[in-house]
């Protein structure tokens, strides 16, 4: 501020006769016109997706049978899945990436880095939300976990219910109130999975998404297609406390655009909420340079009070710190040679350990 005001008085006084420089109204200026030219841009590009959306379902069958080793594997629904798909797209994303560029401008904001000047590691994470869009890593992740993911969490809860008639219901309570109450339980469940992908044998499918070394708000798409750990203990937990699922809905759709904005470049801890209650962007950024080893760190919850509960709070951070793991990766558009590397240390895991000799 204070360096911007000298510039001012320099630039007065070379100023001609009769001319009012004023270099921090420009700088304003400039800045208001950024940020039209983001939001514009982020319209446009809305606008072709659903263009694009709306042609693939026109074009696309509701259902794709593929036959492999002798086994039929269906995929039902595909226009519904897109449907779903198409509130992350047309909205939450567009959502993360307006406030960040609103909040960081221009110059330091994800939407002009991804488009204009992408590093390999960004090139990763655009590839991974595209190929997530598409139900590419979905089906992959299918494939590689045997079907792992197949007991979803109705599944489970059906079994729950007709086994041991599990019926809890926070139905009176006003909607607000039960999404606020449901994040915690999410986040409460969340918490625990994060811990068990921090652990040495879930690590190398968990490494994946922390070997981002820089952030950006689609860095949160960045999953191992087999890491399959959140199915167990994400949404089943709340319907088996007996949310309705809209509410369910609501508690993903406020976890999805969490998980963009704790990874966009907003330089800022959120104050006592970012401690207690919701994670902030620099808080997770601890979190991703403190995972550089398979060592349990801190901060893996998205409502952060769990931290506290269970020990694993480290403390207020910041945006310079440098993020990453110590393995090398490719990075870059394809993704496939660093997804199967992962893919078979996890295997690799599984493998006894021979003791060091002293
Ligand atoms: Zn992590
Ligand atoms: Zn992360």
């Given at each position: 501020?204070e360096?911007?005001?000298?510039?001012?008085v320099?630039?007065?006084?070379?100023?001609l006769?009769?001319?009012?420089?004023?270099?921090?109204?420009?700088?304003?200026r400039?800045?208001?016109?950024?940020?039209?030219?983001?939001?514009?841009?982020?319209?446009?590009?809305?606008?072709?997706?659903?263009?694009?959306?709306?042609?693939?379902?026109?074009?696309?069958?509701?259902?794709?049978?593929?036959?492999?080793?002798?086994?039929?594997?269906?995929?039902?629904?595909?226009?519904?899945?897109?449907?779903?798909?198409?509130?992350?797209?047309?909205f939450?994303?567009?959502?993360?990436?307006?406030?960040?560029g609103?909040?960081?401008?221009?110059?330091r904001?994800?939407?002009?880095?991804?488009?204009?000047?992408p590093?390999?590691?960004?090139?990763?994470?655009?590839?991974?939300?595209?190929?997530?869009?598409?139900?590419i890593l979905?089906?992959?992740?299918?494939?590689?976990?045997?079907?792992?993911?197949?007991?979803?969490?109705?599944?489970?809860?059906?079994?729950?219910?007709?086994?041991?008639g599990?019926?809890?219901?926070?139905?009176?309570?006003?909607?607000?109130?039960?999404?606020?109450?449901?994040?915690?339980?999410?986040?409460?469940?969340?918490?625990?999975?994060?811990?068990?992908?921090?652990?040495?044998?879930?690590?190398?499918?968990?490494?994946?998404?922390?070997?981002?070394?820089?952030?950006?708000?689609?860095?949160?798409?960045?999953?191992h297609?087999?890491?399959?750990?959140?199915?167990?203990?994400?949404?089943?937990?709340?319907?088996?406390?007996?949310?309705?699922?809209?509410?369910?809905?609501?508690?993903?759709?406020?976890?999805?655009?969490?998980?963009?904005?704790?990874?966009?470049?907003?330089?800022?801890?959120?104050?006592?909420?970012?401690?207690?209650?919701?994670?902030?962007?620099?808080?997770?950024?601890?979190?991703?340079?403190?995972?550089?080893?398979?060592?349990?760190?801190?901060?893996?919850?998205?409502?952060?009070?769990?931290?506290?509960?269970?020990?694993?709070?480290?403390?207020?951070?910041?945006?310079?710190?440098?993020?990453?793991?110590?393995?090398?990766?490719?990075?870059?558009?394809?993704?496939?040679?660093?997804?199967?590397?992962?893919?078979?240390?996890?295997?690799?895991?599984?493998i006894?350990?021979?003791?060091?000799?002293?």
């Amino acid at each position: 501020m204070e360096q911007s005001s000298a510039l001012a008085v320099d630039a007065g006084r070379n100023a001609l006769p009769g001319t009012v420089p004023n270099p921090e109204a420009a700088r304003r200026r400039d800045v208001r016109a950024h940020r039209a030219a983001i939001i514009f841009a982020l319209f446009l590009g809305m606008a072709i997706l659903g263009l694009a959306e709306w042609q693939a379902l026109k074009l696309l069958p509701d259902q794709v049978s593929v036959r492999l080793l002798g086994h039929s594997l269906n995929i039902r629904q595909l226009h519904q899945r897109f449907a779903n798909n198409a509130a992350l797209i047309f909205f939450l994303l567009p959502a993360a990436l307006i406030l960040e560029g609103a909040i960081v401008g221009w110059t330091r904001c994800s939407a002009r880095q991804l488009l204009f000047r992408p590093t390999a590691s960004g090139k990763t994470d655009v590839a991974c939300f595209l190929l997530g869009q598409a139900h590419i890593l979905d089906v992959a992740g299918r494939l590689l976990m045997l079907g792992a993911s197949m007991l979803s969490g109705v599944w489970i809860r059906d079994w729950l219910a007709s086994t041991f008639g599990v019926s809890i219901n926070l139905g009176p309570l006003p909607m607000p109130l039960q999404v606020v109450a449901y994040f915690f339980v999410y986040s409460f469940f969340d918490y625990w999975t994060h811990r068990l992908d921090h652990s040495r044998l879930f690590w190398p499918l968990h490494r994946y998404h922390h070997a981002a070394d820089e952030f950006s708000v689609v860095n949160a798409t960045r999953q191992h297609p087999a890491a399959f750990t959140a199915i167990f203990f994400i949404n089943m937990p709340m319907a088996v406390l007996g949310a309705p699922p809209a509410v369910i809905l609501y508690v993903n759709v406020l976890t999805t655009a969490l998980g963009f904005v704790i990874h966009s470049k907003i330089d800022s801890d959120f104050g006592w909420i970012g401690r207690y209650v919701i994670q902030s962007p620099t808080h997770h950024r601890l979190h991703h340079i403190l995972d550089i080893s398979e060592q349990p760190a801190g901060h893996f919850a998205m409502a952060p009070i769990w931290d506290h509960l269970f020990g694993t709070w480290r403390g207020d951070a910041d945006q310079s710190l440098a993020i990453g793991v110590d393995t090398p990766y490719r990075h870059g558009f394809w993704v496939v040679p660093d997804l199967l590397r992962d893919y078979l240390d996890f295997w690799k895991g599984f493998i006894p350990r021979r003791r060091a000799t002293p």
